[in-house]
């Protein structure tokens, strides 16, 4: 089992800026691929930003140009930086690991863009 647990998630106003962070525990071992995905009240969840254990990351369209990702393999940790953020990156940001073809995931951080 991998454990995941989101943090800083919150309330911004629009063009401002937010960093979520996610520690990943358990067996953590051969753990492929990190990511952020998200979700709002009746849609299926979406991808935002991948990254591989070697540093090759993936962006969702609607946030290239601002969002950034990051994974520490010494501290199990992956990263996103969300900048310029709009109304309509309201959402719940969901971690996820890949490991042996098994997604996991976290319990998942609000962020609130808002003015």
């Known amino acids: 089992q991998v454990h995941l647990v989101e943090s800083g998630g919150g309330s911004v106003q629009p063009g401002g800026s937010l960093r979520l962070s996610c520690a990943a525990s358990?067996?953590?071992?051969?753990?492929?691929?990190m990511g952020w995905y998200r979700q709002t009240p009746g849609q299926e969840r979406e991808l935002v930003a991948t990254v591989t254990s070697v540093g090759n990351t993936h962006y969702a369209d609607f946030v290239k140009g601002r969002f950034s990702i990051s994974r520490d393999n010494a501290k199990n940790t992956v990263d996103l930086q969300m900048r310029s953020l709009k109304p309509e990156d309201t959402a719940v940001y969901f971690c996820?690991?890949?490991?042996?073809?098994?997604?996991?995931w976290g319990k998942g951080t609000l962020v609130t863009v808002s003015s």
């Open positions: 996820n690991a890949r490991r042996n073809s098994r997604d996991y």
């Open positions: 358990g067996n953590i071992f051969r753990i492929s691929v």
